[in-house]
């Protein structure tokens, strides 16, 4: 049993507003081992990278995929159930609003609308990290974050 949970920026489109068209796309790609493909797939699906033109995307992607992104590519596989839970529940906000526990949901200042969106559909103590994007837990900058749980958790 617990009494309090924090999420940052939970992957949720609890307002309906985003599209997974490109879910086939990335599951081909990454089946087929196209690492670059399935990233853009998944960062233009999710508004994670802006809306470039293809050719820009993939380049992007490309250079990412090898630098940034690395080990991102290895946990790639792993989105599936993210993804699964994420379409399961688009639309659905009220599922979070009963939940009878504190809850913290943070995000990125600079990070996708419908993440912050989904931070203030949930409920709770929201917080909005100046500077921040999505990739905040793993960009060296995880202690903005880890600060604000441990004050949220009151250690």
């Known amino acids: ?9 939970p992957a949720l489109d609890l307002a309906g507003r985003i599209s997974f068209a490109w ?3 990335y599951r081909r790609a990454l089946a087929d081992k196209r690492y670059r493909r399935a990233f853009a797939s998944f960062a233009t699906g999710l508004q994670i990278m802006p809306p ?3 050719w ?10 090898r630098t940034a992104a690395r080990d991102l590519v290895v946990l ?3 989105l599936e159930r993210d993804l699964a839970m994420a379409t399961a529940l688009t639309g659905r906000a009220e599922l979070y609003r009963t939940l009878a526990v504190r809850a913290l949901v943070a995000a990125g200042s600079n990070t996708p609308q419908y993440l912050k969106d989904a931070a203030a559909l949930v409920g709770g103590d929201q917080r909005i990290i100046d500077g921040a994007d999505h990739m905040l837990p793993v960009d060296g900058n995880a202690a903005k ?7 949220f958790l009151g250690h």
């Open 76 to 78: 790639m596989p792993t």
């Open 52 to 54: 470039f033109p293809s």
């Open 1 to 9: 049993r617990f009494d309090a949970f924090a999420l940052y920026e």
């Open 56 to 65: 820009l995307t993939s380049f992007l992607a490309g250079i990412l995929v």
């Open 145 to 151: 974050l880890a600060r604000l749980v441990a004050q």
């Open 23 to 25: 879910i086939d796309d």
